[in-house]
């Protein structure tokens, strides 16, 4: 029986493995590892790059992406002030019903859902010549490879090599699976100008949007890290409290 569960366990890892590697297979290019301030178990979310992140989807990706997990309330979680998050939020108008329920509009709150560009679906799709631009709240926790992946798709635009079949409307992007997106390069030099004067490259607007859409995708990672590192130290001072204990307990049997 244990053989038998064993082996099941072995063919599982083995199964997901493949799975894994077929996976990365299709998506063709390796991913370029970037050097994220939050990874690793003691790494923390940059405030300043967050800030600046918020400005390129704001200014660039919202035109077309939603971040419907995100309430202008979350923006004071990233580093801005509540006075700053009201601010965003009442440049935006959002739809309710006035007391008789009847259709109005009124000015954003920072209990209200960050504002799609779109009231629907189909409305997104009409825009879009039929593509339908995915929400980004979890897009770093959807797609392999997390803010790398972001970074690269947004980096990876270049001109087809010789050969390569465009289909008509699509775009050459070395990282996207198949390498043919429908998204147009959404950044190009100097398209945000940053509050805190960084010099906006494209690579540059691409990292700090892809650190913001991980904070979206994981607001509670610092915290997460922090009580992890706490429960270890708990761990290690219990296991050396319990290893005093025993040989105390059997000092005299010796």
Known sequence: MKTTIFAALVAGALSITAAQQAVASEAGVALPKVD???NGPLGSFDRAQLKRGWQVFKQVCSACHSVHQLYYRNLVDMGLSEAEAKEIAAGDEV???DDNGEPTT???????RIKPPHPNDKASRAANNGALPPDLSLITKARAGGADYVHAILTGYKEPPAGFQLQEGMNYNEYFAGHQIAMPA???EGAVEFEDGTNATVDQMSRDVAAFLTWSSEPELEDRKRMGIKILAFLLVFTALTLALKRKIWSGVH
Not at 106 to 112: C, E, G, N, T, Y
Request: charged share 20%; hydrophobic share 40%; net charge negative.
């Open 95 to 97: 739809d309710t019903l």
């Open 36 to 38: 994220w301030s939050f």
């Open 106 to 112: 009124r000015p954003a709150q920072l209990s209200d």
């Open 186 to 188: 959404p950044l190009s």
